[in-house]
């Protein structure tokens, strides 16, 4: 069973950065896809970057392109979305979740493990 920790959410003002980082009990072909997702109150979850761990491939929301950043340290087994120019809309409970199957995707319901989330508070 993959376990995935996040950490790094917090309070920011708005034009902000952050740097969330996903910790992964493994890094095998259960973890060859890691993604970041965000929820906000009310919302539906959604994908914001993803990235092949074996390969370093990576694909961006159009809503964050620019300002978010998904990256990987293999030898830490730890997956970061570092958030440029945070926004008052970026404010969200953020997740890491990992998937197995060949693909990169931001689709919710393609990822098979997910982490408890970190919340991302950001003020105006």
């Known amino acids: 069973q993959v376990q995935l920790v996040e950490s790094g959410g917090g309070s920011v003002q708005a034009g902000g950065s952050l740097r969330l980082s996903c910790a992964a009990s493994e890094y095998t072909s259960s973890t060859q896809y890691m993604g970041w997702f965000r929820q906000a109150p009310g919302k539906e979850r959604e994908g914001i970057a993803t990235?092949?761990?074996?390969?370093?491939?990576?694909a961006t929301a159009d809503s964050v392109k620019g300002r978010f950043t998904i990256s990987q340290d293999k030898a830490k087994n730890t997956v970061y979305l570092k958030m440029n120019s945070l926004k008052p809309e970026d404010t969200a409970m953020y997740y890491c979740a990992a998937r197995t199957q060949w693909g990169l995707t931001l689709r919710v319901d393609e990822y098979t493990y997910w982490g408890q989330g970190t919340q991302v508070t950001v003020s105006s």
């Open positions: 990235l092949n761990t074996a390969t370093g491939r990576t």
